[in-house]
C-alpha cells in the first residue's frame, strides 16, 4: 500500500475497499455532523445509527440514499442516548463512536463507565489527531492535544503505540516520531525530556518495531531539514517527521488551534484507547474535519 | 501615532525618527547578523559597535556608509567580547545589545552577572516576540517562548507589564491581551488557570490601566471571532487579540516555531528585563527575523 499523504487520498482509499464501516453517532443534530455524515454516506464509506431525538433528525431521510444507509434511534434523552451508543457498540452493532450535540463530559461519562462502558481496565485514554497542512508534503500525526495534561512515561509509551498502529494504517510503514522540546537539550528541569531518553532506548532496542524515533526536537527540527542543518543537528527525523509527541496538553493544544488557524490547515482527530474509535470534534472543528475524523476512524477500526 | 501593524511600518517608522540607535553587537560575524546590520545602517536607524574578532569582520568596512556608523573593537576571545559590550551599555555607550555568534549561555553569564551585569536586582528576565502572520491582521505580540519555563503569578504579571509598555511602543493604545490556555475553563489541575482568574481581577481593578485582559481562553477564541461565537463565549477580547500569554515555555515555543514554519510568518523578539532590550535571536532565525528584533529593539529602547 502507497502510503496516504492527503485527506483526499484517505477517503479514496476508503471508498475503493468497497466496505462501509457501522458508525454510531450521538445527538447528530447540528449542521457539521450533517455535513459529515451525509458525505460518508454518498462517498460509500460508512453507514449509520444515529441515536437521538428523531424529531431533530427527519432531514436524515431525505434522500433514499440516506435512508438506506441511515437508521434512527429515537431517544430523546441524551445520556440515554450515550448509553445506548455504547450499549450498540459493546454488542457488535457498530464499529465506531462518533459524537454529535451532546456535552463531551457526558458522553466520556457513558464511555469510561467501568462496568458497560468501552474502555478496558489498564487502557490509556488518549486523542490522536492528523492535520493537512498546505505548506508541509504529508499529513502530520500529532498527539496528545484534549485529553491527557501531563503523560506519564507509560502514557507516552502508549501515545506512540497508538501512532505507529495508525501510521501503518496510513502505508507509512516506517513512521519518524519525534519527542517535542523547546531544544534538543536533555534537562532535569524538563522531566518529560527524560522520559525521551528512556523511550528512544526502547525504539533503539527494537521495542517499537520499524519505527524512527527521536527526541528532544522542537517543531522546526522535526520538520524542516534547513534548520536542522544550520543548528548542526543530525536526527534521524531529517526534517521528515510523521509524527509529533507533545510534552504536555497546553503544547499540543497550541499546536493544534495556531496551525489550524493560522495556517489554514485541515485537522481529523479520533479518541484512542477504547474499543472502537470514537469519534469526538470540538463544537468549534468544521463540517470538513468531522468529515475526515469519521474517515480516519474508519480506516483505523480495520484492526479492531 | 497610528497603530504599528506590520514590520514594514514599524521600520518605516523608525526612519522618519531621523535618530540612529547605538547598538552593541557581539560576535557578529555570522551571515544572518551581518544582514541585519548593514540592513539597519542603510535604513538610517541604528549605529553600531561590534565587539568580536576584528579579523572575522573585515566585511563590515566595504562601504564607507558602514564604515561611518560601524566601529569595530578587536577582542578575539567572545567572552570578553560579551563582558566588554555590557560594559559599554553599562557606561552609556549603547542602547541595545545584540548577540551574534556566541552562544546564548556564555552570553547570559555576562548579562547576568549580579555586580558587572545588565539585570537590575529584583527584575524578572523574559522573552518578548512579536509575529508577522500573513493570514492575521495585525501584529501579534507572544510571551514567554524561550526563557521562563513555568511562570509564577508574578512573573506572568511582569511578563503582561512588558507586553503592555511596548504595544504602547507600537502605538497600541488599548492592548488586548489573552491568556491562553486549552479551553475557557478555569480548573485546579491546571494551576496557571487559577493565576488567570487573579491577573483579570487586577485588570478589572485598573492596575494594569487602559488594557482589556481575558483568559483562560484558546489559541482560537483569541484570534478568531467566529470560533467564539460558535462556543458562544463572549470574551472582550472578541478574536482581536495584541498579545498571547502563553501558560508554560513548551507551548510558547511550540506556537513560535510552528506558526513561524507553516504560516510562513515573520518573527521579532527581544529579552525584557535588563537595563536595556536584548537582541538573542537563535541560530536558526533568518537574516530578516534579526533584522526586526533590531527595529523592534530601537522602537522599545525609547524610554529606557
Known sequence: MKPITTFNQLTEHLTTL??????????????????????AVEEGFASFLLVGDARLLHSYTELSIYSDNIEIIDIPDSDEAAREAVRLVRS?????????????????????DKEHGLLPAGKVLTHLA????????????????????????QQRIEMIWYAIRTCHHFGIEQPRISLIHCTEKVSSKFPHSLDYV??????????????????PLDVLTSCERESGNIKGIASPINGDADVLIFPNIESGNTFYKSVSLFAQAEMAGVLQGPICPVVLTSRSDSGLSKYYSLAMACLSSNDI
Not at 457488535?92 to 469510561?112: E, F, Q, V
Not at 497542512?133 to 495534561?149: E, G, M, N, R, W
Not at 528512556?198 to 527521536?214: K, M, P, R
Open 130 to 153: 492528523v492535520m493537512q497542512i498546505p505548506t508541509y508534503h504529508k499529513l502530520l500525526f500529532f498527539s496528545d492535544a484534549a485529553v491527557i495534561p501531563r503523560p506519564t512515561l
Open 92 to 112: 457488535g452493532k457498530a464499529d465506531i463512536l462518533m459524537k454529535g450535540l451532546i456535552n463531551t463530559d457526558n458522553l466520556l461519562r457513558a464511555i469510561l
Open 18 to 39: 468497497c466496505k462501509r464501516k457501522r458508525v454510531v453517532a450521538v445527538c447528530p443534530n447540528d449542521a457539521h455532523s450533517e455535513y459529515a455524515i451525509k458525505r
Open 198 to 215: 528512556n523511550i528512544v532506548e526502547l525504539a533503539e532496542a527494537g521495542e517499537f518495531g520499524n519505527v524512527i524515533i527521536d527526541g
